[in-house]
């Protein structure tokens, strides 16, 4: 965690901003290890202080040692609070989140005196490149998510609805390790697949269905993202060239990474996969995202990104093919650029499940 901290010490230094304010819990937990729901954390190259009430005081203790000085506030944590440690160290130009602070929250912090500085991205930037630490936490949630795939699919049939199928991942996650979801769990059956991020409702699945199902566990903080898509029953001609596609896009990407391409050129390539099998323009979303202590962080691999992947970061490739009122599609993995290519955390199979 420490030197987390250095590494926004550093990038504040070259801005010549003097402190940061943490408030967003992603942010929070990364710079100081602090996993309760109340805490300001203040970053500066002469100290870090985390603000908490009394609530969380001698886990904050725990979490933090050695990394921040935690003070306890005997009220909501106030503009006053932060004030008054900011002052201590001769703070003037202070950096904050924008992107996570309400309306109410700015209007009380910007009756500081001090010059506030919106710098998210910088502050959130400090994720982007991931230590060995974080890489090994990450396997260990995709491990969870492979594993509960492995099994779900055992308990998949006709009749079964999206939403039972839902609650048998969430229960298999904490089964096989898991802390948490990394988000909550899409199944989309036959023309239900068509919605990228669908909600699993009362639809039963049935013979010829292609099953969408997104899911990721959490462990220790970290997330997994995967997506599988199932069939139940046997898929036609078309169905299966739809699916060797997107198997395509998928693998020609994942084999393409490597330090130095671009989340836009990877996009694009699977763009290319996906219209060289007929179904131009039928993704429709960005190709991959970073992954992390928060599910969606950067880099993303899509248009936007013109940016060259370094080793460290961690993404998702994840192609998909919708058509709408009929069937969707998706195949992710998620893993880590190297110095040399690309290390995939994800290990079910590409081939086609064939229920």
């Known amino acids: 965690m ?88 001769d703070a003037k130009r202070v950096a904050y989140e924008d992107a996570a602070l309400t309306v109410a929250e700015f209007n009380m912090f910007k009756s500081m005196p001090f010059e506030l500085l919106p710098e998210s991205k910088l502050i959130s930037d400090c994720r982007i490149v991931k230590d ?29 609805t999206e939403i039972e199928l839902r609650n048998e991942f969430d229960y298999l996650i904490r089964k096989f390790g898991g802390d948490d979801n990394s988000f909550d769990t899409i ?4 023309p239900n697949g068509a919605l990228c991020h669908a909600y699993p409702g009362p639809r039963k699945i049935q013979n010829g269905d292609f099953v969408v199902m997104d899911f990721g566990a959490r462990v220790n903080g970290y997330c997994s993202d995967m997506t599988r898509t199932v069939f139940v029953g046997q898929p036609d001609a078309r169905m299966r060239a739809a699916y060797e596609t997107l198997r395509e896009a998928n693998e020609r990407v994942e084999a393409a990474i490597k330090p130095g391409v671009t989340g836009a050129q990877m996009h694009q390539m699977a763009e290319d996969a996906l219209a060289a099998g007929g179904f131009a323009g039928k993704m429709g979303h960005g190709l991959g995202h970073g992954v992390g202590i ?27 093919i919708y058509l709408e009122g009929d069937f969707g599609m998706r195949l992710e993995d998620f893993g880590v650029v190297t110095e040399t290519g690309f290390q995939v955390f994800t290990q079910s199979t590409h081939d086609m499940v064939i229920i």
């Open 2 to 89: 420490k030197k987390r901290c250095d590494k926004l010490i550093a990038k504040l230094r070259e801005k010549n901003i003097d402190a940061a304010i943490i408030t967003s819990p992603v942010n929070r937990r990364y710079f100081s290890g602090f996993t309760g729901s109340n805490g300001v954390v203040i970053v500066t190259e002469n100290g870090r202080v985390l603000l908490t009430d009394f609530r969380y005081t001698i886990q904050a203790n725990q979490q933090c040692a050695g990394v921040c000085e935690v003070r306890q506030v005997n009220r909501g944590i106030g503009s006053g609070d932060v004030e008054e440690v900011l002052k201590e160290f």
């Open 132 to 160: 060995a630490a974080e890489i090994a936490e990450l396997q260990k949630a995709q491990n969870v998510a492979d594993a509960a795939f492995a099994e779900v699919l055992k308990h998949v049939k006709v009749g079964m």
């Open 187 to 190: 199944v989309g059956s036959g």
């Open 294 to 320: 928060d599910i969606h962080e950067e880099p993303v691999l899509s248009p936007r990104n013109k940016e060259p992947l370094v080793p460290g970061n961690v993404v998702t490739v994840e192609p998909g």
